[in-house]
Every structure is written in C-alpha cells, then in structure tokens.
C-alpha cells in the first residue's frame, strides 16, 4: 500500500489549495479514504471521509463548508479542496485509508498547508 500526497503550499489567509494523494498497491476503489490532519504541537485531527464510490462524504465541524473531498477511481486519486483558509488549518495533512474495523490502517507522509499573510 502506498499513499502519496502532494499540493500543500504557503496560502495567504482566504486563499485555497487543493491536495492530491496518489493510492498504489491496493484496490484503491474498495476502500472509504479520509483526510486527518495534524497542527503543530497538537494531536491528529479528522478532517473528512469520503466512501468508496464517492457519493457520501463527512467533515468535522471546523471545515464544513469550506473543504470538499472527492475522488477519482480511474486515477486511483484522493483530493481535498480547501477554500476561505484559516490560520488554524496550517497542519500537515494525511491521506489515510480506512480498515475494516474502521481505523486508518494506511498513511501517507503527509503534506504541510501553511496559512499565513
């Protein structure tokens, strides 16, 4: 299994990005993807889930609204779009699959998101 993130980048305040992350080595379409996201000095947060087709996602509160995932099955491709960033969502952000016990059971090495004027 490997997952690889890509797209994270200095942002102004408002501004957006949008993250990629390349799945390999496993049925990339059977699987629920996620996104979690990790501050400095602070603990991994959640951010969203999307399931395997790509017709239900979740978000936590802190992003609803303003970050969309999706999914390309054919390009075996996670994305997140980030919109009206906040300085508060300058984190390192993973890919994770979930397992079957709905853990993450698969990470990326992450990618920084820097927010800041």
């Known amino acids: 299994v490997q997952l690889v993130e890509s797209g994270g980048g200095l942002v102004q305040p408002g501004g957006s990005l949008r993250l990629s992350c390349a799945a390999s080595?496993?049925?990339?379409?059977?699987?629920?993807m996620s996104w979690v996201r990790q501050a400095p000095g602070k603990g991994l947060e959640w951010v969203s889930d999307?399931?395997?087709?790509?017709?239900?996602?979740n978000y936590a509160d802190s992003v609803k609204g303003r970050f969309t995932i999706s999914r390309d099955n054919a390009k075996n491709t996670l994305y997140l779009k980030m919109n009206s960033l906040k300085p508060e969502d300058a984190a390192l952000y993973y890919c994770?699959?979930?397992?079957?016990?709905?853990?993450?059971?698969?990470w990326g090495q992450g990618t920084q998101v820097t927010v800041s004027s």
């Open positions: 080595g496993f049925t990339f379409s059977s699987y629920y």
């Open positions: 994770a699959r979930r397992g079957s016990r709905w853990d993450f059971d698969s």
């Open positions: 999307i399931n395997s087709g790509g017709g239900s996602t």
